[in-house]
């Protein structure tokens, strides 16, 4: 092999081919063939002897000996050795692991696999840390821009979890929980195969895809928990949530067989989903509120009764928010409402959930529609 020479921040063959192994330049490479020292490797590389020698003992990068009586049988570095120094350090680079280094050289795993399953795991972790930059704009879209987002990471929305108790104190609660509770080990394992192929495609998913494709995943999600646990239209979103804090069944399975956290990221999707099926299924609504309240105040107030009453409907649950008298209604309307003007706040946020432009959105509509809301829940 020709002999290496020194040029800018990298050493290069005599023949021009580049290396990324990092030297200093004075560092000189003897013309001839290559047979180093591990200390004039280092000072070349600018790699330790403490590295090499490493790479030695774990049978990473193996000088062969001078030979017995030359040179006190030193190891020496010959041009292959500084080859596979190079790959050693362009794949450490690209973050594989010295174990993962050593099977790809030795032909024990394909590089192009290798690849593609570094590419796979670089965009799991790219997800997590938007989802977590997702969970923050969740806290502060259920809990307002004065929530204390760090709480909110840790134990999820305070506001939820206070409105889910009027669904706590319902019959269908109860019975979800004694429905956990009597799953049996078979009955759970029966089901957490397909359990686990909608949180992974949820939580481990490919964000190149818009929000729109992350609802097809929640609405399999929502029949998985519907056979599961309860059904999601007759527990209303409230429901499922307290079902979902409560017990701790399902998101400590997913815990287990994900990662920590992940189960507030489904928390989080269910509610976005809910929340864009909300502001798409009450838009007409809304805006006749706000029309009305412009004219007619009485026909106002008697479409943000029957605003309300969807609202509470997609909430609760059509049983439990017919129980409610009218100021529960109308308060936790309001909330829901407050949590749309949250959003639209949020124009990151409403591009990612894909509903800019929205009429439910529309700052004036909603604060007429807040409005009469507000009054109803006054009359109450």
């Known amino acids: 092999m020709a002999g290496y020479r020194q040029k800018q921040s990298g050493v290069v063959s005599e023949a021009g081919n580049p290396s990324i192994i990092r030297g200093h330049p004075e560092a000189k490479v003897p013309d001839g063939p290559v047979k180093l020292t591990v200390g004039e490797v280092a000072r070349l590389t600018g790699v330790t002897t403490y590295t090499l020698r490493h790479y030695d003992e774990i049978g990473l990068l193996c000088p062969a000996r001078a030979g017995d009586g030359v040179a006190n049988n030193r190891k020496l570095y010959d041009a292959d050795d500084l080859g596979r120094l190079q790959a050693i350090l362009t794949l450490a680079e690209y973050g594989f692991e010295l174990g993962e280094v050593g099977a790809i050289l030795d032909g024990r ?3 192009s696999e290798a690849l593609q399953e570094k590419l796979a795991d670089l965009r799991r972790q790219a997800n997590r840390l938007h989802d977590l930059v997702l969970f923050a704009k ?3 879209v259920a809990d307002g821009a004065e929530a204390d987002v760090m709480e ?7 506001t939820i979890d206070t409105l889910a108790d009027v669904a706590r104190e319902s019959p269908g609660y109860e019975a979800a929980l004694a429905a956990l509770d009597g799953r049996s080990d078979e009955e759970c394992a029966a089901a957490w195969e397909s359990f686990d192929e909608v949180s992974f495609d949820l939580i481990a998913r490919d ?4 929000f729109s494709a992350v609802c097809e995943t929640v609405a399999r999600f929502e029949r998985w928990w519907s056979a599961f646990a309860c059904p999601m239209d007759d527990a209303g979103y409230l429901g499922f949530w307290a079902v979902f804090e409560d017990h701790s069944l399902v998101a400590e399975h997913l815990e287990e067989t994900m990662d920590a956290g992940d189960a507030g990221f489904l928390q989080m999707h269910v509610f976005f989903a809910w929340l864009v099926r909300l502001i798409e299924g009450v838009g007409p609504l809304l805006v006749r ?17 029957t605003l309300v009453g969807e609202i509470g409907a997609r909430l609760l649950g059509s049983q439990v928010a017919c129980s409610l008298d009218a100021r529960d209604a109308a308060d936790a309307a309001f909330c829901v409402l407050a949590w749309c003007d949250n959003l639209r706040e949020d124009a990151e946020l409403c591009d990612w959930l894909e ?9 004036a509509v909603l604060a007429r529609a807040m409005a009469m809301v507000d009054v109803l829940g006054g009359e109450g």
């Open 152 to 158: 909110g990471l840790a134990c999820g929305s305070a």
């Open 109 to 111: 795993r394909d590089l």
């Open 207 to 210: 964000d190149r895809r818009r």
């Open 355 to 363: 509903v800019e432009g929205a009429p439910a959105l529309d700052e």
């Open 138 to 140: 969740f806290v502060a």
């Open 289 to 305: 509120v706000a029309e009305a309240a412009e004219s007619d105040v009485v026909v106002a107030l008697e479409e943000a009764k």
